[in-house]
């Protein structure tokens, strides 16, 4: 078994910490295998030619997107961002401050791009080669951003170091240089309709024991339906939902809404993930492709709404992208929007008071809630600005007697991100996914030591098995990580006003 | 990468979980799980052969949930719960026992 990885004593406070250059430069992801590659139309391994396919294919991006381009050319090193991102101040690494992440990119920008970088030596600009040692350290640091985002909100000038990342990926792949926990998930969702690989006959066990527990536990006869013609609602959840815990418990508490609902609704088994890693890799037409499959499953199914589940970056996908990926949507019911977060769903109903909420149930429970990097700042719910910083709490507050935030340095569009979003989720990068995570343990052990939380609540898949796996390293328990609509779950008395 | 026992070569991936699947046997399993560190008891191999069946049937390991009230059936009610399965596996039940069942390792937000 690994060694124990050696963490900080939680003091509740965030402290800036003083550089450590190097400190996690050896930190590597697993590269993609020849035929996770092929199967995205990527070259199986590095090309020949790397260098040059590389800088053309930068040359390309530029040209395409011109937020990269503005990105490059227009960071004057404020160092606005330099003590914002939590790799940062969980590694001490400078690399990880995101201007320098980002320098590692914008060197090679101008050396081959600006006429400054191209005629003056090295030495006055900065600029450098594509060398080995260059991409060895892009596939390092560009490999250790989560996309969260967090450094972008205190940028004057917006730069978005996600893009950044993105971009860089997205170049690595097109030369052969991909990243096996990404690349080999895409290829499952590609061929099985979900990053786990459950084969629908799986899926549609796993749905009959749910079915099954729900009826023992309250006997109610709750379903949850798979592959169902006509059903009013097609549920995307991430697949982890059919798959972990406390995953499972949120999915659970979807299932109990709809029925309170009186709403008719189903699974599809080809389109059984909200996920989209294609966005982590930066590629378009992945991205493309992994939402093609939902548009294809709702139109088979012939459903009237799309709602979909607790998945952080893929509601950024889903409420940003999909329009432009696989819209137009109007084959749906104009009345509601495509998507829409099952939290959105859950509060209309609550507003409506079409819910028989028993708070009592969650008594046991002191809750605070982690807004997720991609629903914070790439995204929106509801129909009022911040909506997506209200709405779960609005539902937290109406299920649970004791709530408590956390630092507001810390939430809303100032969240931590939990330390393995942005394709980071896999073991071997699990010492940089530990010392991630620090930030985020500070600010919830405050409120923990203050407050009594014992528990926190969240709307993303990749929070969640992050949260359970690493925070028991810093002496907090797995059980503290809970979806919201676990929360919901408990407090809903199942059959008092159906259809309302 | 790959590890000989018994004369035989056994190849797995970068995280050591078996590569031809096929190639699994209890030999293989205690070997694996010496790797871990862990000392395979019965309640061990409860896991172990409950794993195996599932995925013998579905081609994927279970749901933890499912994976716990099973073991709470066959072992007792207070033994069918996610603190039970981590005190045998501490490396987690989806990650670890899947490892040393042979079974391929889980992908995606887990």
């Known amino acids: 078994m690994a060694a124990k990885i050696e963490t900080e004593t939680l003091t509740g406070d965030i402290n800036i910490p003083s550089i450590q250059p190097g400190a996690t430069a050896h930190y590597k992801s697993n590269p993609a295998k020849e035929d996770h590659n092929k199967f995205l139309g990527f070259p199986g391994a590095r090309v020949e030619n790397w260098r040059e396919a590389a800088v053309e294919h930068m040359g390309e991006l530029l040209g395409k997107y011109k937020s990269l381009r503005v990105f490059m050319d227009i960071c004057v090193r404020c160092g606005s961002c330099a003590d914002k991102c939590h790799y940062y101040i969980g590694t001490r690494d400078p690399n990880n401050m995101p201007v320098a992440r980002q320098e590692l990119m914008r060197k090679v920008y101008r050396k081959y791009f600006t006429p400054a970088g191209k005629l003056l030596p090295d030495s006055l600009t900065g600029a450098s080669e594509l060398t080995e040692a260059v991409m060895t350290e892009w596939y390092s640091y560009f490999h250790q951003c989560s996309q969260c985002r967090r450094c972008s909100v205190y940028c004057p000038y917006g730069i978005d170091t996600a893009e950044v990342s993105m971009a860089a990926r997205e170049i690595m792949d097109h030369v052969g240089i991909g990243q096996k926990y990404c690349n080999e998930i895409l290829g499952k969702v590609l061929k099985v309709g979900n990053n786990l690989g459950i084969e629908p006959h799986a899926l549609k066990n796993t749905l009959e024991f749910v079915e099954e527990d729900v009826k023992e536990v309250t006997g109610a006869d709750v379903r949850y339906p798979m592959d169902e013609k006509g059903a009013d609602v097609l549920l995307v959840a991430p697949s982890a939902d059919f798959f972990s815990t406390p995953h499972i418990e949120g999915f659970t508490g979807y299932g109990k809404v709809f029925h309170e609902a009186g709403v008719s609704w189903t699974v599809s088994s080809y389109a059984s993930e909200f996920a989209n890693f294609g966005m982590f890799i930066g590629n378009y037409d992945t991205m493309k492709k992994v939402a093609q499959r939902i548009r294809d499953a709702a139109l088979d199914l012939g459903v009237k709404r799309i709602v979909v589940g607790e998945c952080g970056h893929a509601w950024r996908v889903g409420y940003s992208f999909w329009n432009t990926l696989i819209g137009p949507f109007d084959f749906l019911d104009p009345k509601y929007p495509a998507p829409q977060h099952i939290c959105e769903f859950t509060l209309d109903l609550i507003r409506r008071d079409g819910l028989k909420l028993d708070k009592s149930a969650n008594d046991e429970f002191t809750v605070t809630f982690h807004d997720s990097c991609n629903v914070a700042r790439g995204s929106r719910m509801g129909d009022m600005p911040g909506g997506q910083f209200e709405v779960p709490r609005e539902i937290i507050k109406a299920v649970c007697n004791k709530y408590v935030e956390m630092d507001q340095n810390t939430i809303r569009e100032f969240t931590y991100c939990c330390g393995g979003g942005g394709g980071l989720l896999t073991d071997e990068l699990m010492d940089l996914r530990v010392k991630g995570v620090l930030p985020r343990a500070n600010a919830l052990k405050e409120v923990m030591d203050r407050h009594g939380v014992n528990t926190m609540a969240m709307i993303c898949a990749i929070c969640k098995a992050q949260f359970t796996k690493v925070l028991p390293n810093y002496g907090i328990p797995m059980e503290t990580v809970a979806s919201l609509h676990q929360l919901v779950s408990n407090a809903v008395v199942l059959g008092g006003k159906i259809g309302v | ?110």
């Open chain 2, 1 to 110: 990468m790959a590890f000989d026992l018994n004369g035989v070569t056994y190849e797995t991936d970068e995280d050591g979980y078996l590569v031809n699947l096929d190639q699994w046997n209890k030999d293989v399993a205690q070997y694996l799980a010496t790797q871990e560190g862990l000392d395979m008891t019965d309640a061990h191999w409860e896991v172990v052969d409950f794993l195996r069946e599932y995925y013998d049937e579905y081609k994927i390991a279970p749901m933890i949930r499912i994976l716990t009230k099973a073991i709470g059936q066959k072992l007792g009610k207070e033994k069918g719960n996610t603190k039970y399965l981590y005190d045998l596996y501490p490396g987690g039940p989806a990650k670890q026992a899947c490892k040393i069942a042979g079974l391929p390792k889980p992908t995606g937000c887990v």
